[in-house]
């Protein structure tokens, strides 16, 4: 078993901490997944995040810009229109999603839970 003494346990990765500061944010992951396949305008990625408020939506969506990993594109219209759409880093975690949703197939199918021969 791995040594876990008082200075390993201080040591958090700091890029790990990085990811989870952001997508460890309610929502988050389930935004950039939406937008993985292309631009989506704002009121159709609310209705496809059942549960979201807008004000919540539009937070997260802030946030994703100023980490660089999303744009917002404002069509003049009319009707006036915006749509957000993922940058060159923010369609990079496209492997990553896929990854958990593998992962989250296998350990998490039962109704969100591990099933009991994976809790070993």
């Known amino acids: 078993m791995a040594d876990h003494g008082e200075a390993t346990c ?8 990085r990811v989870f500061e952001l997508f460890g944010k309610r929502w988050t992951g389930l935004i950039v997944a939406t937008l993985m396949p292309g631009p989506v305008h704002f009121a159709d990625l609310r209705r496809a995040i059942p549960g979201i408020s807008e004000r919540m939506l539009s937070d997260r969506l802030v946030e994703l810009a100023g980490a660089g990993l999303v744009v917002r594109e404002v069509d003049a219209g009319p009707p006036l229109r915006v749509a957000y759409r993922l940058t060159e880093a923010g369609r990079a975690m496209e492997p990553a999603l896929k990854e958990l949703g593998r992962w989250a197939e296998t350990y998490l199918a039962d109704g969100g839970r591990c099933p009991e021969r994976f809790r070993k």
């Open 10 to 17: 201080r040591q958090v990765d700091g890029r790990m901490a």
